[in-house]
């Protein structure tokens, strides 16, 4: 008997590892989203529930690490493991050549897209088609302690790097500040972010109108040859190196820093007293430019996608939609600015976001650099980091760690 | 024992679950794996599903790239192993001591080892910190730092923090091991050495060091496997950075997968990790039987 119980045990266990659980009766997204940057957790589930309060669709929101979402995307997307998923802007080339999200060319064209701005919709694009709804507008900008500034006695925010390199050496030579400048420079995508930023204002480019690696050109040279000089005269902190955004905003936060270069929400998170020993002292301005270019940034539109293995898309682009809805967007601008053009003159998305905020937004926004949206931009990403980190840290010199990149991008580029 | 007919038949439906989890978890991914090696996975190449023979390994082995990892990944097992070797046997010696308080020193030596790796590195790196990490407080405080520094900004100290963060989580497990050891050595033996004339150091060479070469041996064997296959604490510390410094060979398989969806260098990458680990334990298992039969 005993035998028997046990025999019909085992077999029920082999057969429960085989089933799949497919009972449900009402449709349940699944969804991955962002812990940090744009709009919070707080804010997301808020717009989950209204979402399914009005359609009855359940959503289950998943939160993870910015270096999180990739991995989980791709070991899950083929599966359906999320039905929506936050991608960056730089990965739906990648993500559209190896099949694991839809094509939703007919639905973001039905939308009107004069509305909304170039940047967030560069963020979905593929080779001319949309592999997303565009969602998070975000843009890097420049912050300046004005305060820091004015003891030196300097009144005006530098318009230009050359501007900004002589306000940086008036703070350091006067002990106001050590180290005047902090970046992100560790060895992550965000490095990549901040040259793109001063390599487009360097009037350079990673590449060239037909996605043609152009890594080595005299201005992208230029740029990191500017980046690396202000660290070996100490006008940028060393330990920008080991730096990611957040760090960079602590540094700013705690008054070590004049001129620092982040996303959106460093706005908030300076001026608010419980985090920041600055608050009201600092500045969001566009990020300062040249002879070549008045101004660049890097675009970091991240858009929602739905995996080519889910088993609601249509589903799944409701609740997409209703996320990016103008409604939703004004409703939670404090953290993120709408992709939705319109919006920017509804005076309580102005009184919410900052009026500052907007302000600058609106000429930076004209100023927009995509990283290459190449399949191989991820690969070409992980070595440009540690070549890029070799340049800052004197181990090479510009010219030599760009044209081995430039060898690198054509040989990935050849795949 | 030869079983019955109908013996038989229940031990294999109770074993059928088993068998079909190993199978389902560790068989088939190992040949998978194997296969990705030998045929180009790699859903951005024009060469996807395409058979590739034993090119993967043959580029693998001729990158310069993949020395360099290996030095790397070799530099951290060696320095670390060795650390906790032997700062693990001298805690155990001095925790085998009779002083007041031992026991409370015996249990709360256990607390890193208790830690999470995603703790411990979290901790190491906010620790680190070149801005407001208190280690720089410390040094500073101490003058022998003038200034803050970069520990994890610089490639010629970031490694060694990865060591040093390991080594303070790991040591427990070695003093563990030792002061098992050392507790079967009959205490009569360091007596009659005494009368016989030894002093502290001949009684540990002479006695305690032969008495805990086994011990040893086995902490050696375990924790270089399991160094060679770090990755958590790289990943939660620099991400193989600055400029490459702590990019090891594990880190690399998982930029390979994951970052560059290259499955089949991955896979070879990871198979030739397997190799080197198992050619390490051949050569450990050698070297303890000759210690055994010695």
Redesign the interface.
């Known amino acids: 008997m005993k035998?028997s119980i046990?025999?019909i045990c085992?077999?029920l266990?082999?057969a429960a590892?085989c089933a799949a659980p497919v009972m449900a009766e009402d449709v349940t997204l699944t969804a991955l989203f962002m812990k940090q940057a744009g709009y919070s957790e707080d804010d997301v589930n808020a717009m989950t529930a209204a979402f399914t309060e009005s359609t009855g669709i359940k959503v289950e929101p998943t939160f993870v690490a910015y270096?999180e979402l990739?991995?989980k995307i791709?070991?899950s997307a083929a599966t359906g493991g999320y039905d929506v998923i936050l991608g960056d802007c730089i990965w739906p080339a990648?993500f559209a050549?190896?099949?694991l999200v839809l094509d939703v060319t007919d639905r973001v064209e039905a939308l009107d897209l004069d509305d909304i701005y170039q940047g967030a919709l560069d963020a979905t694009k593929y080779e001319g088609r949309y592999y997303g709804m565009p969602w998070l507008n975000d843009v890097k900008y420049m912050f300046v302690n004005t305060e820091l500034l004015a003891q030196a006695g300097i009144e005006e925010v530098p318009a230009t790097w050359d501007e900004l390199v002589a306000d940086a050496q008036a703070v350091k030579e006067q002990g106001i500040c050590e180290y005047p400048i902090v970046g992100c420079y560790?060895?992550?995508e965000c490095l990549i972010c901040d040259y793109t930023c001063i390599a487009g204002s360097f009037g350079g480019a990673f590449v060239d109108e037909n996605n043609q690696p152009t890594l080595n050109s005299p201005e992208n040279v230029a740029a990191l040859d500017f980046m690396a000089q202000n660290l070996a005269n100490g006008l940028c902190n060393?330990?920008?190196?080991?730096?990611i955004e957040d760090?960079v905003l602590?540094?700013f936060a705690?008054g070590?820093a004049v001129f620092a270069i982040n996303w959106t929400y460093q706005y908030a998170a300076m001026n608010d007293e419980s985090q920041s020993s600055v608050a009201g002292q600092g500045v969001i301005t566009p990020i300062p430019g040249t002879d070549q270019a008045a101004s660049a940034t890097v675009n970091g539109g991240m858009p929602l996608m739905i995996t080519a293995g889910s088993q609601h898309p249509d589903e799944a682009w409701e609740y997409m939609l209703f996320l990016a809805s103008k409604e939703m967007q004004a409703k939670y601008c404090a953290n993120a600015l709408p992709i939705w053009k319109s919006l920017y003159t509804d005076e309580d998305v102005i009184a919410t976001a900052g009026e500052e905020v907007v302000a600058a937004s609106q000429v930076q926004f004209d100023y927009i650099v995509n990283r290459p949206m190449v399949?191989?931009y991820?690969?070409l990403s992980?070595s440009m980091?540690?070549e890029i980190?070799?340049v800052l840290?004197g181990?090479k010199t510009a010219q030599e760690a760009l044209d081995g990149l430039q060898a690198t991008a054509e040989e990935l580029a050849g795949? | 024992m030869r079983l019955r007919k109908g013996e038989e038949r229940?031990a294999a439906?109770?074993l059928?679950?088993a068998m079909?989890?190993v199978f389902?978890v560790i068989i088939i991914p190992i040949i998978t794996t194997f296969i990705y090696t030998l045929v180009n996975i790699?859903?951005?190449?024009?060469?996807q599903g395409e058979f590739a023979g034993l090119s993967f390994y043959i580029r693998t082995l001729r990158s310069s790239e993949f020395w360099a990892d290996l030095g790397r990944t070799l530099h951290f097992t060696i320095a670390s192993t060795a650390l906790e070797t032997i700062l693990g046997l001298l805690i155990a010696v001095l925790l085998n001591q009779k002083f007041p308080g031992v026991a409370i020193l015996r249990s709360i030596i256990i607390i890193p080892w208790a830690i999470p790796t995603v703790v411990n590195g979290s901790l190491w790196k906010l620790m680190l910190?070149?801005?407001?990490g208190v280690i720089n407080a410390v040094l500073e405080k101490l003058h022998l730092i003038s200034s803050?520094q970069?520990w994890?900004?610089?490639?010629k100290t970031a490694m060694w923090c990865i060591i040093l963060a390991d080594t303070w989580k790991m040591t427990p497990l070695a003093v563990i091991f030792f002061l098992a050891a050392l507790q079967g050595i009959d205490q009569s033996i360091y007596e009659a050495a005494r009368v016989d004339g030894a002093g502290a150091l001949k009684s540990f060479f002479s006695i305690t060091f032969p008495a805990v070469r086994p011990t040893m041996m086995v902490i050696i064997v375990m924790r270089t496997v399991e160094k060679f296959k770090a990755f958590d604490i790289f990943y939660l510390m620099?991400?193989?950075?600055?400029?490459?410094s702590t990019?090891t060979l594990m880190y690399d398989t998982y930029?390979q997968a994951?970052?560059?969806?290259?499955f089949s260098e991955a896979a070879t990458l990871a198979y030739l990790i397997a190799l080197a680990v198992a050619l390490l334990t051949l050569v450990y298992i050698r070297l303890m039987r000759r210690e055994e039969n010695a």
């Not at chain 1, 060393?238 to 730096?243: N, R, T």
């Not at chain 2, 790699?42 to 060469?47: Q, T």
């Not at chain 2, 620099?238 to 490459?244: E, F, V, Y």
Request: proline share 9%; hydrophobic share 30%; net charge neutral.
């Open positions: 035998k046990l025999m085992s077999g266990l082999a590892m270096e990739s991995p791709l070991t990648q050549k190896a099949g560790a060895q992550a060393p330990k920008s190196l080991e730096m760090d602590s540094t705690a070590n399949p191989y991820n690969e992980v980091q540690s980190q070799k840290l181990e795949k | 229940y439906g109770l059928t679950p079909l989890i389902g790699d859903p951005l190449s024009s060469h910190n070149g801005e407001y803050y970069s994890l900004g610089n490639p620099t991400r193989g950075g600055p400029a490459n990019k930029l994951f970052t560059n969806l290259n």
